[in-house]
């Protein structure tokens, strides 16, 4: 059962379905009419997909449901943190998802991971998928649960589940995947002569932080499903969470990890840096000192007095230029067994 059609607008509802007993009722129709089939059967639950709608194209939605006007605020303009708010009747859950970017090397990406959300709004008879972002799709999800008809059975609150559950094992992909950009950033740093940049390693502080974003304040809201916040999440559904809850637990552990050793990469980048820069200023240092002794004579003879040392004598210039080079390599063998040069 879909609304979906080619001419449809992006932005509108992507699939529309009743489930009664656990499977998916032929048919095509509209979610005013998907919800009268359920209240007349007073058996079953409807499921709403939208994409990324306005303000206009979710209202006839939170009409027909009777939606909570500050929710479907924060489903239209997206933009929010992993979050679990109830309004009387109806639960409203915010999920971030996460997708890993691909590229040839962490030191030359300019993003590494890409944020998107899920607004989920779960009453007793229906449940309205709201995503932002094109990697979010719910397809391939719904599909999955559509061929486990005794899981959608338990109710609605199995697809906000099933969303939460997808959502997670997404962070722990990405962040396997993120923690071999970190080894190879490793490497680089500690690696002699490499050529690693504190901008880049911003950079990657940067991902990290959205990763966390993502990540951490998810915690408390499926804490709170697990406890039973809402009686619209059944006791057995709850089981379920829990699982969700001790596999975020794994990620939120191994994404403090990488912040923390982020920062230690990010302190060794500066250490270096300044290190090169010591190095470099001494040997600007030393190689000025060694100029300075040519520059001293020939600023001392283009003064062009009369009476000057050595002036009128055939061998003076010789000598003169003999004598600067010698001060100039004693100089230099100075500054190189000083490691200056």
């Known amino acids: 059962m879909t609304t979906e059609s080619p001419t449809r607008p992006a932005g509108s509802v992507v699939d529309c379905a009743?489930?009664?007993?656990?499977?998916?009722?032929?048919?095509?129709?509209?979610?005013?009419?998907?919800v009268a089939e359920v209240r007349e059967r007073r058996n079953g639950f409807v499921w709403i997909g939208l994409h990324e709608p306005d303000a206009e194209q979710i209202q006839d939605v939170a009409n027909t449901f009777g939606l909570h006007e500050l929710a479907v605020e924060d489903a239209v303009h997206a933009h929010q943190r992993p979050k679990l708010e109830r309004y009387e009747d109806m639960v409203f859950v915010v999920v971030k998802t996460i997708r890993y970017v691909a590229h040839e090397s962490p030191t030359t990406a300019?993003?590494?991971?890409?944020s998107g959300e899920i607004m989920v709004f779960l009453g007793k008879d229906f449940v309205i998928t709201v995503r932002h972002g094109e990697h979010s799709a719910l397809g391939e999800l719904r599909k999955e649960l559509e061929a486990e008809?005794?899981?959608?059975?338990?109710?609605?609150?199995?697809?906000?589940?099933?969303?939460?559950?997808?959502?997670?094992?997404?962070?722990?992909?990405?962040?396997?995947?993120?923690?071999?950009?970190?080894?190879?950033?490793?490497?680089s740093v500690f690696a002699p002569d490499s050529a690693v940049s504190p901008e880049q390693m911003y950079l990657l502080k940067r991902e990290i932080l959205e990763l966390r974003?993502?990540?951490?304040?998810?915690?408390?809201?499926?804490?709170?499903?697990?406890?039973?916040?809402t009686p619209l999440v059944p006791e057995r559904v709850r089981s379920y969470f829990r699982d969700v809850d001790d596999h975020l637990t794994t990620v939120t552990e191994r994404v403090a990890s990488f912040d923390e050793l982020l920062t230690t990469l990010v302190d060794?980048?500066?250490?270096?840096?300044?290190?090169q820069q010591n190095s470099d200023m001494r040997k600007i240092t030393a190689w000025a000192a060694i100029i300075a002794v040519p520059t001293m004579v020939a600023?001392?003879?283009g003064m062009n007095f009369d009476y000057m040392p050595e002036l009128h004598w055939r061998y003076g210039y010789p000598i003169v230029f003999a004598a600067v080079i010698v001060v100039c390599s004693i100089l230099h063998r100075i500054f190189t067994r000083k490691r200056w040069l």
């Not at 009743?18 to 009419?33: K, N």
């Not at 959502?167 to 950009?181: G, K, P, R």
């Open 18 to 34: 009743v489930y009664v007993d656990g499977r998916r009722l032929p048919g095509a129709c509209g979610p005013a009419e998907a």
């Open 110 to 114: 300019n993003e590494i991971v890409e």
């Open 149 to 187: 008809p005794q899981q959608l059975r338990l109710g609605p609150s199995v697809v906000l589940h099933a969303v939460a559950d997808r959502a997670v094992d997404t962070y722990l992909e990405v962040s396997e995947l993120f923690e071999n950009d970190i080894d190879l950033v490793e490497t």
């Open 213 to 229: 974003r993502a990540v951490m304040p998810l915690a408390t809201p499926l804490r709170r499903l697990t406890e039973g916040y």
């Open 268 to 275: 060794a980048t500066l250490a270096k840096v300044t290190l």
């Open 299 to 301: 600023g001392i003879y």
